[in-house]
């Protein structure tokens, strides 16, 4: 049994069936019908006026009377204005919350395990990772923590952008610098710049850049070391700042462009056999039914350009074969920015009409928005360019650093400085994971780092507060697990509305690849705790209540606890 709805089904289901109306007239009604919390329904009888020809009253009344007291001992029943009321019992309530007290999962079943790529984070070569990062980063890195939570194989890909045109200049600014073999001495902040600059101003060095991607594409010893160098240096980058994160990529899962540039011109022959490629103007190219530029001509999708060079298209369509030949999955998540959903929608087509993917192969462009500064502007530095994803990071511990020493000043620099980092990091996650990833959001420290609302801080602190009350009595939590629960008080009852929806909460994030509905349940959690603990005494009461309210506490912290960690955020036992 998971929750109200599953509980009251079979009983309505035979009163129905007395009252002469088919299961498809009554059913939906049910399930449309729960609040978030799974333990209150309020089923309307509107529209069983037109089956059962009587007023919403009447037919309220008459299920009432023919339920009967059936409903005894999982809730109770109420008709009001044509609405059937069931409200949870709160022993059956507290049954449901005992459960979850003596399991490890907190009542989150697992699914038939799936191989699911989740293609997230993926910045580029010889730059600086950016805030756009930010979201792909936090977002896919939750979701691989969810799904692995729900018993898949996760197989994370990082697909760095680390081949094609650009690389010709970026190796020639290389050498131009000077830079010595197995040095690591590159500055990323204006390295790309520099050479783009440099480009676009000087024609020597653009036609010596467009020699060197020839050479490069020939796998040219000389030229592929200097590209080493290039990824090397970045990956140190990428890898501090992933550290920093704490998300769970490691080089292990670096699968860039360049992986698949030798399946390139198989690519070409597979789509060259469908009779799908086309010329135009010396480039081979897709056209797709229903897509339209600007002017209303058809739109193609092009698979290599007229000089040879092949496009970033091009790779995710190998990047598809290889997902299904070698790693062996049938679900792609791409955790990327709204901006390239053509893109994807575009290759995906390619992929599902040249056969590459069946039926069954599921790709989904986990699309998310864009990052607002308080000015309503797409978030950028002082002087306009993209900010630096590391130098977020370091503001935000800074600043939290600041406000814990003020709010707690007896903490060691030791631990003030791991709880500074576990919040600010939190902070910056949680403002991201807890907004619906298909809107934008707007990046504001106050806000994010905020104790009052739906952020990080609020969530991590109500878990410390539980972890203080088990200590200063020094209480051992797995004795706690044994405790009868009894929802005697109101707020008891609210709370235990709220935990016992935490799989449900979980499940569909999951199933939406929506971390924000996860979120949505732990603010909903914490909320419900601290109105809890407002009024009812947990040290200070005895007997069985005492118990039981050390009992809701562990399940609480727990059930905090395991959501942020799915989230990938720390929870600090103090702070
Ligand atoms: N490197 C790209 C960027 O920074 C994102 C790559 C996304 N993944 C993919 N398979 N295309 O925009």
Redesign the pocket.
Known sequence: MRNLVEAIRPLLGSVMSQLGVAELDWNDLLAGSTDSAFADVAMPCHSLSRVMRKSPNVIADEILETLGSSTDGVCEVSSVNGFLNFSADSRWLAGLLQDALSDDRLRVSTEESRVIVI?YS???VAKHMHV??LR?TVIGDALNRMLTHKGHRVVP?N???DWGTPFGMLIEHLIDMGVEKGSQDIDLSTFYSDARAKFDSDSEFASRSRARVVRMQASEPETIELWQMLVDRSLIHFNEVYQRMGVLLTDDDIAG?SKYESALPGVVDKLTETGMLEESDGAKVVYLEGWKNRDGDPLPLIIQKADGGYN?AT??LA?ILDRIENVGSRDFL?V??AE?AQ??SMVFDVARNADFMDEEVNSIHVSFGLVMGTDGKKLASRTGGAVHLNDLLLEAVERADAIVAQKNPSLSDEERSEVANMLGIGAIKYADLSTDRTNNYTFEWEKMLSFDGNTAPYLQYAHARICSIFSKDGIDRNSIREANIYLNHEREMALGRALIAFPEAFDSACSSHSPHKLATQLHTIAQAFASFYEVCPVLGSEGETRGSRLALCDLTARTLQTGLDLLGIASPQRM
Request: glycine share 14%.
């Open positions: 293609d993926s910045p580029n756009g990062h792909s890909e697909h760095i952008g462009e970033y790779t995710d990047c791409y990327v920015g390239q893109h994807f």
